[in-house]
């Protein structure tokens, strides 16, 4: 179940706490070499403390800008020569939308959040595709939201609805080529991009409470699950959204 002699991209890299790292540092402790990305100039002085010593490429990129997403593909095969893995882990929407209502939100607001958290999905998929020549796993990360209306989560609820709906038709066409295309649903974690949410701490505990394990998932449990479905061990396995989430998705 290892990702021995495996090449990746992965996506999104905030922080030592962030999901992406989380599952790059474990990608490269199974032997896997790795290619991960962070927002812009400004997250280097975080993310390079954590690339540098791994030994692990590191290259800003911004979705929102023209022509990022394709040089860091580009990037990644420089280093890598193909990709047999790639992880998106990427989310975001302008606070004063995320924090209202959902009626409220202006459609500028959430076309950018759409662009940023879903629509990138896609187009590193097809930018990624022709380079995973022996087949592969496209991962994302998604949340209970998607699936739930829950509170305080706002518009990102069916942003990341469209999200779970992208990775079954991305599934779908991709799958002829051997690639398989996963959302990872985590429950409650404390990363950067949570630190949006109002009320994060009422909804983790909330999370925490209503779980059958009574506990919150760990940042290494959510990278081990996304391990195994970028392993050849989850090579039957395509379009599902999986939760780690302490079981809480199945209580009511």
């Not at 505990?205 to 989850?234: N, W, Y």
């Amino acid at each position: 179940m290892g990702l021995a002699g495996k090449k990746g991209l992965v996506v999104g890299v905030a922080n030592e706490h962030s999901i992406a790292w989380g599952c790059a540092e474990l990608a490269k402790a199974q032997g896997a070499d790795v290619v991960v990305s962070c927002l812009n100039d400004k997250a280097l002085r975080f993310v390079q403390p954590l690339t540098e010593p791994a030994g692990i490429p590191l290259k800003p990129c911004n979705v929102e800008n023209p022509g990022e997403l394709q040089a860091l593909v580009d990037f990644a095969v420089e280093k890598l020569g193909r990709l047999d893995f790639v992880i998106h882990s990427i989310a975001w929407a302008p606070l004063e939308d995320l924090h209202g209502r959902v009626i409220d939100s202006s459609s500028t607001g959430f076309a950018r959040a759409m662009e940023v958290s879903c629509h990138s999905l896609a187009t590193l998929a097809k930018l990624c595709a022709p380079h995973m020549t022996q087949g592969g796993a496209i991962i994302t990360m998604s949340y209970l939201g998607a699936d739930e209306a829950v509170p305080h989560y706002g518009l990102m609820g069916p942003v990341k609805a469209a999200l779970e709906s992208l990775v079954r038709y991305m599934a779908l066409e991709l799958g002829p080529q051997g690639i398989r295309v996963h959302a990872v649903s985590p429950g409650p974690i404390h990363t950067r991009a949570a630190s949006g949410i109002a009320g994060f701490d009422e909804l983790m505990a909330g999370a925490v409470a209503k779980s059958p394990l009574q506990r919150a998932v760990t940042l290494d449990e959510i990278a081990q699950l996304t391990s195994f479905l970028c392993s050849d061990a989850a090579s039957g396995m395509t379009g599902q959204t999986i939760y780690v989430d302490a079981g809480c998705h199945a209580v009511a």
